[in-house]
């Protein structure tokens, strides 16, 4: 059974760090796609950040260009999210998911198959 399990969020001021963490089980990502997406209250789910397996190649939303960092490890099939600089817009509910459909975007949540449970990011002002 596939499985994504997220954890590393919590509360923080603006202008703090905090690192996200997704491991996957039941399936082995090597040759796909694996992101981060963030709903806030009242908000569509928006793609923020997601990275190629195969290569390492990553993406990032324009809000957090510079701000959040995308990265893999391979051997644990675990993702990471590290987000410095953080804002109180960054608030929001942070899901991991994982298998893009081909031809599919990594910004579009419904080009994902496989969900996290999600994991809750408050940054306060």
């Known amino acids: 059974q596939v499985r994504l399990v997220e954890s590393g969020g919590g509360s923080v001021q603006a202008g703090g760090s905090l690192r996200l963490s997704c491991a996957a089980s039941?399936?082995?990502?090597?040759?796909?796609?694996m992101g981060w997406f963030r709903q806030a209250p009242g908000k569509e789910r928006e793609g923020v950040a997601a990275i190629y397996f195969g290569g390492g190649t990553t993406y990032y939303v324009d809000s957090v260009k510079g701000r959040f960092t995308i990265s893999q490890d391979n051997a644990k099939n675990t993702v990471y999210l590290q987000m410095n600089s953080l804002k109180p817009e960054d608030t929001a509910m942070y899901y991991c998911?994982?298998?893009?459909?081909?031809?599919?975007?990594?910004?579009?949540?419904?080009?994902?198959?496989?969900w996290g449970q999600g994991t809750q990011v408050t940054v306060s002002s």
């Open positions: 998911a994982a298998v893009k459909k081909y031809g599919g975007s990594w910004q579009k949540p419904q080009d994902f198959i496989v």
């Open positions: 039941g399936y082995t990502y090597s040759s796909n796609y």
